[in-house]
């Protein structure tokens, strides 16, 4: 039996931070208020000069540093965003492009704040097929750009970043299970509703968000998929060292945490100094996490994720 295993990690952050001291300088919000809300401190702001791909590079490049491979061994490449660089060609190519690495499969994925599970769950597909033996599986977001500056609701949430995993072949579990869900009936809850067309731009650029209504909903889902995550890998609550949830909000974490019966001191918690990175707030925690020497071989983590779609899945892993 072939299965996929977590080699290295690694992310990148733009050095602007944002403060929420800066918003209250411009709009009518407070410190406190965003902090109480949210749990987010600060969150990382990209450059203009900076796309997706940038800060994917970065993040690829420590993640293949950890797990001692090379351009030549990766054989496949998902990135996981909602903000590419271009309409086409995908983040991916531009990715492996700038990684100097040629031939080998790349595309992207799109199932928002979802993103990076969805994509792990892939690589793991293709590993587990024998056809393929070391991934590059990213995160990558520059959310910057699709916020309303002036909306005080959603533009407070959001940070740039990106975050990489390399996924190998192995004889041991790694990925136990993966569960991935989606309900289009949801989609106006949370998007961005807007296209190019003829040379404009349709709908709006924006993203919009109906706050409350995600936040039940993110809590709900995020219990189910966690625990259906577990019964397909015969494991229960007890067998979870970490729970790596998508970085929205510390209340959707905590309440996520208590419905599922984990302590807090097993949830990593990075929404306070990242902001929601959507598809890279996963891999950003994770490595985060992995380099604090907190996340160690052989800990096992049920990853979750819940994002515009509406999509949600979980995969559970031994590191
Ligand atoms: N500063 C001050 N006041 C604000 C701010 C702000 N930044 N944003 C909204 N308000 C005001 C509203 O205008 C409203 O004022 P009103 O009563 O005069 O109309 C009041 O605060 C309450 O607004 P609500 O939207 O009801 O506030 P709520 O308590 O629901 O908190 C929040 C809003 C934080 C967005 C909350 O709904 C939430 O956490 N939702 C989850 C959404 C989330 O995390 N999304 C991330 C993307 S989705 C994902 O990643 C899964």
Redesign the pocket.
Known sequence: MIYSRIAGTGSYLPPKVMKNED?AKR????DA??RE??GIAQRHIAEESQASSDLAMHASRLAMQAAQVNEADIDLIIVATSTPDFVFPSTACLLQAKLGITGCAAFDIQA??TGFVYALATADKFIKSGQHKCALVVGAEVFSRILDWND???????GDGAGAVVLRASETPGIHSSVLRADGRHAGM?SVPGNVNRGQITGSPF?Q?I??Q??K??VKVLDEVGREALVAAGAGIGDVDWLIP????S??LDATARKLGLPPEKVVMTVDHHG?T?AA?IPLALDEYVRAGKILAGHRLLLE????GFTWGAVYATF
């Open positions: 918003f709009l009518e919000t407070s208020w965003i809300r949210t928002v704040c005080r609701g959603t533009c407070v949430l959001f949370l993203l968000m706050g409350n995600v936040f909903f993110a998508h970085q929205a909000n209340r959707i929601n959507s707030s994720g819940v994002g515009g």
